[in-house]
């Protein structure tokens, strides 16, 4: 839907960005200038306005703080060697956005009130996105429930707003992951295609129990049999099996559907790899690391972009990996990093120019 709205913008009187170094950023710990805030009441967008960064006022009754209908996206905005501002994706992340809508019972976000709010609060804080490698804008949309009731039903009202965090790399250097066997992150039916709050504090007591265990995350398994892979932590995950990268389908419903995923699709079938959307089983995992023929393992995120699986352990079983001597992820990471910061040609049309 595309509907002509105002946007209005008030600016900070001073820039908190001199404070900040950019050069050495948490993921998610800083926030830019300005954000946008819009509401949704008697059934239409209004109050869309871009202001000073700032907490919220809210009552205790608040129904989001009760039923969790709550979602949110991850985008990520670059700077090219000229240091023109780009945002990657930005329109698979609001079909998405809406998706998740549907799902939780939410309204839809207008194409215009997503897409040009992004644009405009972005550009004007520009000047938020660090010119490191490796660094970006960490754009996050959400939207929660607002009426002030805590009856189980949804809402009424809703607040759409747009926040930007300056960040460095999500995950440092390559990851531990514990095979999950006991705890589950989405059934079929459920909501692990969407990009639901719930799911990311559901999904806290497993990654605890592994990180006691010395690993840093988990790998998601069906919730049925534990026996077909899903995703890992906050990533999607592929697998270099041969000259096949797997990565599991979209057909249970219990899987985002990443945008760096569908990038790595993209870029891994540029590169002469033969990809393989489907259900793989721990068994068939565990079966090519014996053979030799599993090379790599890697997950795929906004946050985390590609990050290397140096460790696998089901059960007692552990599989080691040398990644030093590993091709497609590393590959699929630079190219993605040389699009991005406008090294390599976007044949794609994945830049969105601010
Ligand atoms: C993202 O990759 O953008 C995510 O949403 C993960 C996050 C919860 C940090």
Known sequence: MTVAMDIAINKAESSKLQDLNLDNLPFGRYFSDHMLEADYENGEWKNIEIKPYQPLLMSPSLAALHYGQAIFEGVKAYKDQNGNAFIFRPQDNFRRFNISAERMQMPVVPEELFMEGMKKLVGLDRNWIPSKPDHSLYIRPFMFSSDELIGVRPSDNYKFM??????????????RIYVEEKYSRAASGGVGYAKAAGNYGAAMLATAE????????????????????????????F???????????????????GVTRQSAITLLKEMGYQVEERTLSIDEIIAAYKDGSLKEVFGTGTAATVTMIRELRYKDFVMEFDTDKWKACPTVKSWLTDIREGRREDRYGWMWAV
């Open 210 to 237: 592994a990180k006691k265990k010395g690993y840093d995350q988990v790998l998601w398994m069906d919730a049925s049999e534990h026996k077909y892979v899903q995703e890992i932590g906050t990533m999607n995950v």
């Open 162 to 175: 747009i926040i930007l965090s300056p960040t460095g790399p999500y995950y440092g250097a390559p990851m």
């Open 239 to 257: 697998f270099i099996i041969g000259n096949t990268a797997i990565t599991p389908d979209l057909s249970q419903e219990t899987i985002l559907e």
